[in-house]
């Protein structure tokens, strides 16, 4: 069962790089209300490697938006710098990617929509985030970091005056490491509550088994049907 789950998981990263194509059609997917957006105002913050690590990351959730049985509205916020470079030249087929799936906006976000609608999702965050409210918008910080760069999310957003959150991951499972995903495994696991609204089921689908304790990979297995199969 273990192997067939992380069969699934390498096809959804296999699909995410274009290797496997996306047989979704648009008119099977169901919309949501739900706004995200991924902030790329960190490019002087990374290096080379790290913004190459950030705009691919970019297309995964892209992917992830494609694939889902109901999509979110996604916005990729203040490309510029070295992103917009790469997008423009090694990832230029970006242009005809799909408007339903992901639009790109020179402003920031907080030009964009109302200052009371913004939640910038940090770990460092006190406060928890239950639900994922549809008159909200949800920001995610664009950075590959390596933890250089510690309340980096939470300061911006406290000196924006903008509203701020954690996911609860720790109320709902155990990690063997420091909660810090990547942008795109965030953004599946928005997506995938979208589309369950139950929060463990969203963070066992997204988050590599790696990063489980020993208990939570014994009761994930509990928890699957003895037929699961691929």
């Known amino acids: 069962r273990e192997k067939a789950r992380e069969s699934r998981k390498r ?3 296999r699909i995410a790089e274009g290797e496997v194509p996306v047989r979704r059609r648009l008119e099977d997917q169901k919309t949501s209300s739900v706004r995200i957006v991924l902030d790329m105002d960190f490019d002087e913050k990374m290096n080379d490697k790290e913004v190459k690590s950030m705009c691919s990351q ?3 959730c892209y992917s992830v938006n494609k694939q889902a049985e109901k999509r979110v509205s996604l916005h990729i916020s203040k490309l510029h710098g070295r992103g917009k470079e790469r997008f423009d030249t090694a990832m230029k087929d970006h242009a005809k990617w799909s408007a339903d799936h992901i639009t790109f906006d020179d402003c920031e976000y907080i030009d964009k929509f109302n200052k009371e609608e913004l939640v910038y999702l940090s770990a460092d965050s006190d406060n928890m985030i239950e ?6 918008v949800y920001v995610v910080g664009g950075i590959v970091d390596k933890n250089r760069y510690p309340k980096l999310t939470l300061e911006k957003a406290e000196k924006q005056g903008i509203a701020h959150g954690q996911l609860p991951i720790g109320k709902y499972i155990q990690m063997s490491t420091r909660k810090v995903m990547t942008v795109n495994q965030i953004f599946e696991m928005l997506v995938k509550f979208v589309e369950v609204e139950d929060w463990k089921t969203a963070f066992m689908d997204s988050i590599p088994q790696r990063k489980f304790t020993d208990d939570d990979k014994a009761k994930e297995s509990a928890e699957q049907p003895d037929d699961e199969s691929e």
């Open 131 to 136: 639900t994922l409210d549809p008159t909200k």
């Open 11 to 13: 096809k959804r990263a």
């Open 58 to 60: 970019v297309m995964r």
